[in-house]
């Protein structure tokens, strides 16, 4: 089935109905030092170049050359350490206007793989059209992508099932919604095969023939890959050692007494040249080209000074920053505009990621059969326990031990998911989907069911198979104090998923908790810690959720327990609350200092998230 759908390929001739503005790139005297101090290595070293609307570009060179990092500062996703000018249209850019009108497309497809073609395409459309487009022109719109890109025909596909084709033509669809009139794409033919990698091309091609800029880092092309570009801009180093069309590389490795072999790829011979296989020549061939201030042409038999595209007239929207890259790029200080508005943007997002959520089965199905058989073996081990004044502590630890299950229950689901997801959401912010404050309110939404299904399932059967007091209101409190510690513990895995990576999460989620559940005042009674460590109790959401348990099940003038033997210390369940120093607690401020655990490590969180997305940068 991937090959059909790989033989039918776009329809590249519906490409033309989507028109782009005419944007000219260029930039002049680029460099890039990633690091501050001793360490400081420059990777960029003054580098200039001009990409034009309607070529196909290609930047070439070898691993490590800097073609990443130069497509990187180009798009705007890096933007700190960066030196030089950059222009549209002979004027300097603006980087939020520049954002809009452009897209970038990472090497990697990050999507969301339990959504369909069709789902993705429509929230996409929905959020880059905004509400200005009717309903209608939306659809047309969307219809109008797949025809282009082939998609039609597996519009119903989970992104999961698509061939690596078909991913990276949905990639570049996705963003074709708003007519960006830049596109800028790192590696689209990795992990492709030769056919998917021309289909891929000529598709950028014809999109490029439209009026666009398109721009494409390609590591080793083949000769007839190689053909489909118009324009050349080879990197070794960090600096430019040619500039210009395709036909003029042999031409101009020949000025540097470089001689390509005849039917040999001149791609693979310029990639040997800029590995330093053929001598020390890169400092001829920089300043030959003048370090890409030159553009090399064939028909005139030399190298002539990149011309500066003329200013165009073009409504800016008034809430941009012009942005000056002269020196250090400045920081832009209005707040970003964005197609749909916000309340919009948290419906669309909380849609999709309901969706992509409830079709996950690590999120739905083993987390639920995860608390029904953990409900049930911890039901039957604490069989009947809950009235037996001969079993108080055996109950008490039952009361804990199911923090624990649910604390981990919510926790490492969150750890493992969300790392892969802060991929996308890098991605579709940087294209200006939606602001970072919308999409963390859906993810956060989007979670809530869940915490209130599943720790309600698991508690239920405890509660009805320990005997716990048949008191609908101790239930609820226990039930309420389940749903807050769940979602003290969802919060902490969204703060180590946003921070860290999935291997570092994943370590630090269970032994991040240990000093939480170590104040719990369970395993150490209160009166037995240290003075100068009992404070740290009152920062422990498990001591809350350990004392409303309690109170829960034991507070509240409960009458006394029965007793399975003849003497009973524990009958009294005022005594049960003074062993464990809770005589005093209150069940309220138990349930408040949780929710303010909650709050405050979603807050830590979307502060954790802004800044890991601006370090990226």
């Not at 069709?118 to 996409?124: F, H, K, R, V």
């Not at 009026?211 to 050349?232: C, E, K, M, N, W």
């Not at 540097?256 to 330093?276: Q, T």
Request: aromatic fraction near 10%; include cysteine.
């Amino acid at each position: 089935m991937d090959a059909h759908i790989e033989m039918v390929g776009p329809d590249v001739s519906a490409v033309e109905n989507l028109i782009g503005v005419s944007l000219h790139l260029t930039f002049r005297d680029l460099c890039y030092t990633p690091n501050k101090g001793k360490d400081a290595k420059r990777i960029l070293h003054g580098m200039s170049g001009s990409f034009k609307s309607g070529h196909l570009t290609a930047i070439l060179g070898p691993s490590g050359a800097g073609k990443s990092s130069l497509m990187n500062i180009l798009a705007g996703l890096k933007t700190s350490g960066v030196e030089g000018q950059i222009q549209v249209n002979g004027v300097d850019r603006k980087l939020k206007t520049f954002r809009k009108q452009s897209a970038y497309i990472t090497q990697e497809d990050h999507l969301l793989s339990h959504l369909t073609i069709d789902e993705y395409i429509m929230a996409a459309a929905n959020l880059k059209l905004g509400n200005k487009v009717s309903s209608s022109e939306r659809k047309l719109k969307v219809e109008l992508v797949m025809k282009t890109l082939g998609l039609t025909h597996s519009r119903h596909t989970q992104i999961g099932s698509l061939s690596g084709g078909e991913c990276k033509r949905l990639s570049i669809g996705l963003e074709l919604l708003n007519n960006p009139d830049i596109l800028f794409l790192d590696e689209p033919t990795s992990g492709l095969d030769s056919s998917s990698s021309l289909q891929c091309i000529a598709l950028l091609r014809e999109i490029a023939r439209s009026g666009r800029t398109v721009v494409a880092t390609i590591h080793q092309p083949s000769s007839r890959l190689l053909d489909y570009f118009d324009h050349l801009y080879i990197v070794a180093s960090g600096m430019c050692i040619y500039q210009g069309p395709i036909g003029s590389l042999v031409p101009y490795l020949n000025t540097a007494n470089l001689e390509c072999p005849s039917y040999h790829n001149p791609a693979d011979f310029v990639m040997d040249v800029a590995c330093g296989e053929h001598g020390n020549v890169l400092p001829v061939l920089v300043s030959t080209i003048d370090n890409g201030r030159l553009v090399y042409q064939e028909v005139y038999g030399s190298t002539l000074v990149m011309p500066s595209p003329p200013p165009k007239s073009r409504t800016d929207d008034a809430t941009n920053v012009t942005i000056t890259v002269t020196g250090n790029i400045s920081k832009e200080k209005k707040r970003k505009t964005y197609p749909a508005s916000f309340h919009t943007q948290v419906a669309i997002l909380l849609e999709r990621t309901w969706r992509s959520m409830w079709r996950d089965k690590m999120l739905t199905q083993v987390r639920f059969v995860t608390h029904f058989v953990l409900g049930l073996l911890v039901g039957t081990m604490y069989w009947l326990a809950g009235d037996d004044a001969a079993s108080v502590l055996n109950n008490a630890s039952m009361l804990f031990f199911n923090l624990l299950v649910i604390l981990f229950a919510s926790t490492m689901p969150t750890v493992v998911t969300f790392p892969m997801e802060r991929n996308v959401l890098l991605r579709e912010h940087l294209n200006h989907w939606y602001s970072l404050k919308a999409y963390y309110l859906a993810k956060t939404l989007a979670d809530i069911p869940f915490q209130f299904i599943f720790p309600g399932l698991y508690v239920s059967i405890v509660y009805l198979m320990s005997n716990q007091p048949m008191s609908i209101e101790r239930y609820c409190m226990l039930l309420c104090i389940s749903i807050c510690l769940a979602l003290c513990g969802q919060g902490i895995g969204l703060l180590l998923g946003a921070i860290f990576d999935i291997q570092v999460a994943v370590f630090l989620a269970p032994t991040g908790c240990i000093p939480f559940v170590l104040f719990a005042g369970f395993l150490v009674n209160f009166n037995c810690m240290p003075s100068y460590m009992s404070w740290l109790t009152y920062l422990s959401f498990m001591r809350y959720g350990f004392e409303g348990s309690m109170l829960s099940i034991y507070g509240y003038d409960r009458s006394p327990l029965t007793c399975s033997m003849s003497y009973c210390p524990n009958r009294y369940p005022q005594k049960i609350l003074e062993h464990f120093n809770m005589a005093d607690s209150s069940y309220y401020w138990s349930v408040v200092g949780m929710l303010v655990f909650f709050l405050a490590v979603r807050v830590t969180g979307y502060f954790a998230l802004s800044f890991k997305l601006k370090s990226m940068r």
